[in-house]
């Protein structure tokens, strides 16, 4: 049941992008009297699960969700049909048309994607506001785990900027600093800017601990009894743990720092109990656990619910899809990082079904987080954007770039040449494609995904 809602999810966000992306190319097209002769959600390789014509141009449901594709007519094309191109160029062809056209048509999806995205961002800002970890509320600075000390932090640094600009949301921080090259943080009352070790980033995609390396620090209360081994010790709902074997562990972050060094060890831990200190001795497991829930009240205090009229959700919508299109470029540094190598941390189709995100009430019933689904469409929106402006031919920003040489120089490329380019660029997608697919499903087999 949760797979088919995410599969559900990932398909109907994926055909809304990619029609809405061909309908950017499809509608200049047609305004500047260009024939369209195709129009495909979903690629459809020696068949199709539906297709209509209706008036010059088939419409169809391919069965290969990878995207889709509008063609047009006098185009050299992901179709790599060249027949008509020995014919000479006719009226109605994308290669009769006037440079400033193709270029229009050629932009028009990822303009679309990009203003899909603002439309979304802001809608989501206007009716659910905005939830966040406040960083300026952090009054006990962070907690880290040892790959963010590797990475330069320490426990109570209170984050200020990051790569010179003000950090507010952990949300946000946490992959930027990722993405960023120096952070300055409140260290001791003293500010200290430090460069973000690359080994420390490599360590944190390596666990897979993107989002859990930096925690709000907060004082360790015990709010539930998870095992009859912590059921047996003594300890109570209430207590809050302020040392174990005399070593003082005033926080969360600490407690778990000290029970990891006392696996499998009996401890003895000192506890706060009715404002009064008691000693507990208690078993902690082989994973350095003791067995306990932690109270999580602490952690609404740096909780920030930001509302938005609607003048200012316009504006935010357009700094939320700015942030995310940031977010992914700079995401291209640690991909080819010698050091980070975050290529094997690249995931594919599969990966991204997986992640879909869901609900899931008290009974264990799964449902679609709609504010979650749309977020992710918005984000997906701005990566197929900037995806498709990359210059490589098969990808619209190859056709921008070729079209903005005519510009420039005053003559188009030679015909031969767009052919062998868009062929190499088909042969180089095609093959990332299943690199990325082949590499999802080692990983799922692994159970590494």
Known sequence: MEIAIKLFQFILSISILVILHELGHFLPAKYFKTKVEKFYLFFDPWFSLAKKKIGETEYGIGWLPFGGYVKIAGMVDESMDTEQLKQPAQPWEFRAKPAWQRLIIMLGGVTVNFFLAW????????????????LTKFNNGIGVTEA????????????????????????????????????TVLRNGKEVTFPINKDGVAEVLKQKEAKLYITPRFPMIIDSLATPASQASGLKKGDQIVAINGKQTPYFDEVSSSLSENKGKTVNIEVVRNGKPEIITASVDKNGKLGVGVDQKALANVITDKKYSFGESIPRGFERSIES????????????NSKIQGYKNVGGPIAIVKNMPVD??????ISINWAAFWGFTAMFSVWLAFLNLIPIPGLDGGHVLFTLYEMIVGKPVPQKVLE??????????????????GSDIVKWISGSL
């Open 119 to 134: 439309l979304i961002y802001s809608c989501l800002s206007l009716f659910n506001g905005e939830t966040y970890t406040d």
């Open 148 to 183: 963010g000390k590797k990475m330069g932090f320490q426990n109570g640094d209170k984050i200020i900027n990051i790569d010179g600009k003000p950090a507010e949301r952990l949300e946000n921080a946490s992959i930027n600093i990722l993405l960023g090259d120096n952070v």
């Open 325 to 336: 299109l940031t977010m992914q470029v700079k995401q291209f540094k640690i991909m080819f």
């Open 360 to 365: 899931r009430n008290a009974n264990g019933e």
């Open 420 to 437: 062998n380019a868009q062929m190499i660029g088909v042969i180089f997608l095609l093959g990332l494609m299943l690199l990325i697919f």
